[in-house]
C-alpha cells in the first residue's frame, strides 16, 4: 500500500502544533521568548556595550516563555506527566548535567592548572636547584623580555624562552618575587633606552640585594637557557659568582684545550664550572705565592710536579683557614701531594686499581662505578644522589692515615665511591687481575671535613671547616671522558659541596632529546592513506555489521 | 529515520558555527603588537621631484631641480654629482621596515614631537611633503619617522636618514678639482 507523503507530513504536523486559539498564542509568545533569549544572549556575548539592553530583553525573553508556559500549563503538565515527556525531560536532564559538569571542570582546571612534564629528561621542568633559588628569592626580581612580533631572530627564540620564563613565574609563585612581561622595544623605546637595551631579543632582570641597592643585569640571545637565567637572577638578587682558581705550574692539566676528543685537555671541565656560575681563574703559586682571599675552592687537575714547600704550606694554611680543595691525581703522582692530604687524615695508596666486578669495557683497570657503589650517606649524598654511572680509567685508591677507630673526631673522612669486593691494586701494568687473596673494597674517591688538620692547632681566625674532595684519577674529567656517563656530574657535583652552592650551582643544562618522527614519502603516504581511508573503512564496515544483526 | 537526532546536530552545528563566526574568525592574529603591514613610508616619482630641503641640527639646505640638474636653492650651484646622484632617488621613499602605528597619540615618545631632521619634498605640482625624523630605535637599526599632518608612524632604515642628513652637514658643493663632470639627469 503506498501512502500519501504530503498526508502523513501534515498529520504529524497537526499533532505538532496546538488544536486551540490558547495553545497558538501560547506557542507564539514563547516562540517570541525564545527569540527574545537567544538575541539578547548574542547580544550580551558580542556586543558588551549593549549589555544592560541584553540583559533587559533576555529577562523579557523568560518572562514571555514563563507566560506562554502558564498559558497552556495544563498541555504542558498533560506532556510531562506522559512517558514520553517524563523521558524526554530526563534526556534534557542528562544532557545538560553533562554539559554542566564538562563546564565546572573546565572552571576547576582552568583555575587550578596543574603542570606536567611527560618528556623523559624533564625538558620542561626546572632543575631543583633552580626552585631553591626562586623560594630563597628575598626581594622582587623582575625580567623585561624585549622582543620584536614578528622578527625571525626573536621568533626563534620566543617561544622557548617565555615557556621558560612562565615556568620560573610558576615555580616562585609561592613568595611571588619573580615575574617578567614582554615589551615590544620599537613600541616602547624610553622603556628599552632607560634599560639600556641596545640590541634585541634581550632580558633584563631587575631586583635589589639584601641593602636595598638596585641591581640589573641583561641577558641577549641566545643566552636565554636556564641556567643564564638562573645566573641572572642571582646577580640582579644580589649573589655573588664564587671564584674558583685551577692551579697551574705543575704540569696540571691544560683548562684551555676545548677538542672534545682530547684525552689531556681540562677546558670542558672548567667550562662545566663556569656553567655552574663559577667565575674561573688559573692561579700560580709560585709566582705569586698568595692565595686570594675570594677563593672559594682550589682545583688540582692531574698535577705531575712536586709542590715546592713554600706552596705546600701555602695551601695547607688555606686549608686551616677554612679553604676548600678539588685535587684530583693519577697512579704515579710525586710524594708532595701525598704529603698534603697525610695532615688531613688521607693518603693515596700505591698501585692501580684493577675491579673484576665492574669495568668499563672489560677493562679492570678502569673500574665502572654503578649507583650502588655510591655512597649516599650524609654529607656525600649530596654529591652522589643523583647519579648512575662514573668510571675512572686508570685510578689509585685512598685510605685514612689512621685506622677508623684512632681517627680524631674533628675529621670526617668518607669514600664518595667504591669498588665492587672483586678488586685489588696491582702494581704491575701489563697484569690485568687480582689475587684472590687480594680481593678487597678500595675508594678511588674521598670527601674530607676537617676542623683542624691531625697534631696541629686551629687556625683562630677560621671561620668554617676545610673540605677536600679527592679523586685518584683524573682522566675521567678530561675532555675525552666528561661528558661521559655521570663524570661530569661527579666532579661537578663535588665542587658544588666544596663551594657549599649545592642550591645555586648545579643548574646544568638538559640534553635535548630528539623526538620527530622520520618518515619517507611512501611512510607519509601510508599514514596518510590509512587516516583517511581505512579508519572510515572500518567504521563502514562496523555499521554494516552492526545492520546486519539488527536486520 | 530519527529526525531529532538530526535536528539536534543541527543545532549544535549551528552553535557551533556561530560561535567560531562571532569568535575565532575574527580574532585578531596572535601578535604581542598590532600586526601592520610594513608598506612604503611614502612613494614619489622621481619626476615630480622638485625642491628637496634638509634641516639637520641646525644645518639647512636646499636643493632645487632646474632643466634636469639639481643645484643649490640659495646660490644656484650645481652640486657634486658623485655625492649627489642617489640623493633624489632615496627622497623618491624609503621602504618601511615597520608600521608601528595608523593613530599616533604619544609623538614624544619616538622624538617626532621635537624631531631631529625635517625634510620638505616640494613635487613638480606644487605639493609639499614634510617629514619628521623622530628618534633612532633603541637598537640603532631604524629611524621613526613620520609625515607631517598625518597620523602615521614608521621604522625606516637608520641609514636612510643619515644618508640624507650627511648631506645637510656636508653639502656636496662641486669642486671641479675632484668632481667628475656632472651627468644630466637621473
Known sequence: MVRDQSTTGTKRLSRILPSNRKGVISLLISLTGLLALFIGLIFYGFLPETQNTAITTMVLGILLILIG?????????????????RYSINSSIMVFAFILIGVLIYVLA???????????????????????????????????AFFVPNDSTSASYRISTENLLNEFKHRSSENAKFTYKYIDPDLEPTLAKNLRVTEYPSIV??????????????????????????????IASGIQQKKIYIISGHGERDSTIMDINDRLGFGLARDGMRNDNYAVQTLSIAQYEIIPDDAAALVIPGPTIDLSDIEANLIHQYLKGGGRLLLSVDPGTPNSYNKLINKWGITMIDGTIIDLGSSLANQPKTPLIQQEQ??????????????????FPGTIAFDQVLPADEMPDYIRAKPIVGTTMLSCLQFNEEINTCNQDQFTILAPSMAVEALKPINEESDANATRQAKIVLFGDTDFISNYHFYNFNNSDLYLNSLNWLTEDVSLASVRAKALTYRRLVVTDREIQLIRGLS?????????ILAFMTWWRRR | MNYRISFILIVIALIISIYVGFFELRKPPKTDGENLEAPWFYDIAYDELSILDITYQDNNESFTKINGQWTFTKSGDKVDLNRWSGIPLLFTGPRSSRLITNDLTNPEEYGIDNPTAEYIITLKTGNILKILVGTQTPDQASSYVSLDGRGSLFLVPASWTIAINDIALN??????NTADQPIIGP
Open chain 1, 110 to 144: 582552568a583555575r587550578n592548572s596543574i603542570r606536567i612534564d611527560t618528556t623523559a629528561t624533564r625538558q620542561y621542568s626546572l632543575a631543583s636547584q633552580t626552585t631553591e633559588i626562586l623560594q630563597n628569592l628575598q626581594n622582587p626580581i623582575t625580567a623585561t
Open chain 1, 374 to 391: 655510591f655512597v649516599t650517606v650524609d654529607p656525600i649524598n649530596v654529591i652522589t644522589d643523583p647519579l648512575s654511572q662514573v668510571y
Open chain 1, 69 to 85: 508556559m502558564f498559558i497552556s500549563y495544563k498541555d504542558i503538565l498533560g506532556f510531562i506527566i506522559q512517558k514520553k515527556g
Open chain 1, 532 to 540: 583517511w581511508f581505512a579508519l572510515p573503512a572500518l567504521m563502514t
Open chain 1, 205 to 234: 632582570f631587575q631586583g635589589q640585594n639584601s641593602d636595598g641597592v638596585d641591581l640589573s643585569y641583561t641577558l641577549t640571545a641566545p643566552l636565554f637557557e636556564e641556567r643564564d637565567i638562573s645566573t641572572a637572577i642571582m
Open chain 2, 171 to 176: 653639502p656636496p658643493y662641486y669642486d671641479p
